[in-house]
């Protein structure tokens, strides 16, 4: 484990008579927008707002609508024969006992686990020796039964992580979230006796953070008055907390600013749990921090604050260096320029010491195809995992003497490679490697040797032999060319006709990368559907440079790049509009959103999972206040008026024909919220325009807090993409 009151009757009959104005699933399924005087698009700025009370996450008539909508479309879409169906096969995959026990380092040579299946549902925490893991049937001790800690204390427990007291790693600071939120509680645990620590650290739930600082102190991150948070919903006072001391003795040891996205003290320690120093940060938005050390320990306030940009990510401490990564140019007062993208290293201690003197080393420099993935540390090594063109590679870093050395670590080409675990006490790894065709392989890695051990390989879970995958490059209006993949039959059509999804992210720099299409591949792929994801801008595939091209008054690329990406499909002759479908997550939500109302006329289908809609009043719904630097301040005229431009829910017009899409969220997710996708299914329903709405009550962010519900969402979204899709070839 190392390394978010209406009647039922009438709601439902409403549902049911929009439903009834769509066109044949024969043809493509569009219905015009009928004018309505509340429609955000040209209503009066201070009119009235019909949907207010969709505002309300848990009030007693939004549940009622909730309700009524998910039974509307849970009742249409099982009907299908194919709904049953895709989710037993679903919940096979997910249940599946031979699939890879993915193994975490633990102290002392041991190896955790954390185990969902269909007894199981809200997890083990368990714990192995190696060898025992290694034979390939190990008898694990459980450490913690999730499933029975919320069947004691009738809670829906979500375990979001577990911050753990090094070297030893024994005492343990669990999250538990209640249906999977962004807010959890935090609770003290002995791992080795597996209990709750009796009178031990105990944090009501919040949004919070929490560090040790020795076995009977804490800093704590998090509202302690009422109100005491950021605009963004996050803490920015942290507190040193004593054993024994409740909330209201804690002492205030660093705060930093309202404005802030979040603020807190911390502490860095070495490879081996030696305290180095405290150090602070300041969220000054998504992508600024404000970083500042302090050299002489927990008692001392002298802080120090190095000159980077606030754009610098720091990525760790090895062997007395600090490593950053830089995703802005910058230069150093030696006039010594280093470029963004750059993973720079320095002695800290003597930066600290004579900040303006700083000078650092370049450890790597991707290239215009490139970009760093991760940063991994194990007890003499550091570990880069990079990617170029869209595929990884892993390699390992040494400092010693003579300054830097590295090797590539021998592994699979032409794949994803993901660090899963680090171990502390030794150079080994364990890295996942997989494809869109090719299942997930476990690799038993040792970062000072080279030597790799192929541990395991997950089963196939469809039939690929007659699949192959395809990367492409299509042409986005400003002619910047955008890669993306197309899995599809090798003897595939060029007709027009393949049901095709296509899926991407675009935002927050996060790379969008070829995984094992397991529940895809059963439902889709195999029936002879196709899969295209888009590396559009915004994400991180390209590095920092391509992710800044999406940012603010500028996302518009984004929204031009996918676009482009759906033409080229269509242009090939792989797929058509009566057989295209979209389908994208929180700010893919968005970009779905986007492309649902700039071109409806491009898409027969639309998944808008956990989204953001109301570009407008973002930053005051759930956690939006935190993402102005990706998205832009409303407020401001020039980012305010673009923001409006692209806004879902403010550009649904009278008139247009769109396609008949799938909201979906859940009450739970405290990040993005579900107000968004209410709302805007609230705004296609008094349009007089079909839609189906899912809102699982519990699940957070991510929609579903256990397997059964992700079978359940999943088993929904490819029926409803079976009949946009599939049955009018």
């Known amino acids: 484990m190392r390394g978010t009151f ?48 969709l505002n309300e996450i848990e009030g007693d008539k939004a549940m009622v609508w909730v309700k009524a909508h998910n039974q509307s479309t849970v009742d249409k879409l099982s009907k299908d024969p194919r709904y049953g169906e895709y989710q037993a096969n679903i919940l096979t995959i997910l249940h599946a006992t031979d699939r890879i026990v993915i193994p975490g380092f633990a102290h002392g040579g041991m190896i955790d686990n954390f185990w969902q299946d269909g007894v199981h549902v809200q997890g083990l925490w368990r714990r192995t020796s190696w060898e025992a893991y290694r034979s390939g049937s190990p008898q694990w001790r459980i450490i913690l039964d999730v499933d029975a800690l919320s069947k004691l204390e009738n809670k829906t427990w979500v375990l ?92 205030e040891v660093f705060r930093g600013d309202k404005k802030d996205v979040s603020s807190g003290r911390d502490v860095l320690r070495d490879i081996d749990g030696k305290y180095v120093m405290d150090f602070s940060y300041r969220s000054l938005d998504s992508f600024n921090t404000e970083l500042a050390f302090y050299p002489n320990g ?44 750059a993973i720079i290293t320095f002695d800290l201690r003597a930066a600290l010491a004579d900040p303006a003197r700083v000078e650092p080393f370049v450890l790597f420099m991707p290239n215009e195809r490139q970009s760093v993935q991760g940063i991994t540390r194990t007890k003499n090594r550091l570990v880069l995992s990079i990617q170029s063109d869209v595929s990884s590679e892993v390699r390992s870093f040494d400092f010693g003497k003579n300054g830097w050395s590295s090797f590539k670590l021998a592994l699979p080409e032409n794949s994803t490679l993901s660090v899963t675990s680090s171990d502390n006490e030794s150079d080994h790894l364990f890295i996942l490697s997989e494809g869109f065709l090719e299942p997930s392989t ?141 389908m994208g997550g929180s700010n893919g939500g968005l970009l779905m959103g986007v492309q649902l109302t700039e071109r409806p006329d491009l898409w027969n289908a639309a998944v808008i999972q956990v989204p953001l809609l109301d570009m407008i009043n973002f930053t005051h719904m759930s956690a939006g206040a935190s993402w102005q630097g990706e998205y832009g301040n409303p407020d401001d005229p020039v980012e305010g008026a673009f923001l409006r431009s692209i806004s879902p829910y403010h550009n649904v017009r009278a008139g247009v024909a769109y396609p008949e899409p799938f909201f979906e969220t859940s009450t739970k997710d405290d990040r993005v919220g579900p107000v968004h996708a209410r709302k805007m299914a609230a705004l296609f329903e008094d349009m007089g325009l079909p839609f189906y709405y899912y809102e699982n009550i519990e699940g957070g962010h991510a929609a579903a807090a256990n397997l059964q519900e992700r079978a359940r969402l999943h088993a929904l979204e490819y029926t409803y993409m079976s009949q946009k899709l599939m049955d009018n070839k």
């Open 160 to 251: 979001r992580g577990e911050n753990c007291l090094p070297p030893v790693d024994n005492l343990c600071l669990l999250s538990l979230s209640d249906g999977g939120k962004d807010a959890d509680v935090m609770r003290e645990f002995d791992a080795a006796k597996g209990e709750f620590v009796k009178e031990g650290f105990v944090l009501p739930e919040g949004k919070q953070s929490a560090t040790w600082m020795d076995e009977n102190t804490i800093y704590v991150t998090r509202e302690w008055t009422p109100g005491e948070v950021t605009t963004s919903g996050y803490g920015y006072v942290t507190k040193v907390l004593k054993r024994g001391q409740s909330l209201d003795r804690a002492v």
């Open 442 to 582: 476990l690799f038993y890695a040792d970062a000072a040797s080279g030597n790799i051990e192929k541990l395991k390989s997950s089963p196939e879970r469809f039939d690929a032999e007659d699949l192959q995958v395809q990367q492409f490059w299509a042409t986005s209006k400003d002619g910047t060319k955008v890669p993306y993949f197309l899995v599809a039959r090798k003897d595939v059509k060029l007709d027009g006709t393949n049901p095709t999804i296509l899926y991407a992210y675009g935002g927050f720099e996060i790379s969008m990368r070829p995984f094992y299409l397991a529940s895809l591949g059963k439902l889709w792929l195999e029936r002879g559907g196709a899969f295209a994801l888009a590396n559009i801008r915004g994400g991180g595939e390209f590095g920092p440079k391509w992710h800044e091209a999406g940012l603010k008054t500028n996302r518009q690329r984004v929204y031009d790049d996918f676009q482009a990406v759906a033409q080229d499909l269509i242009a090939k002759k792989v797929t058509s509009t009566p057989h295209l479908g979209i």
């Open 6 to 53: 209406l009647n039922r009757l009438m709601m439902a009959t409403a549902l049911a008579m929009a439903f009834t104005m769509a066109a044949s699933a024969k043809t493509p399924m569009t219905t015009v927008a009928k004018p309505i005087d509340s429609n955000p698009n040209n209503a009066p700025k201070d009119a009235p707002d019909p949907r207010a009370y």
């Open 298 to 341: 927990h008692t001392d306030n002298h802080k120090v604050v190095l000159p980077f940009p606030t754009t610098a990510a720091f990525g760790g401490y090895y062997k007395g260096q600090a490593i950053y990564r830089l995703k802005s140019d910058w230069a150093t007062a030696n006039g010594a320029v280093f470029h963004n993208g």
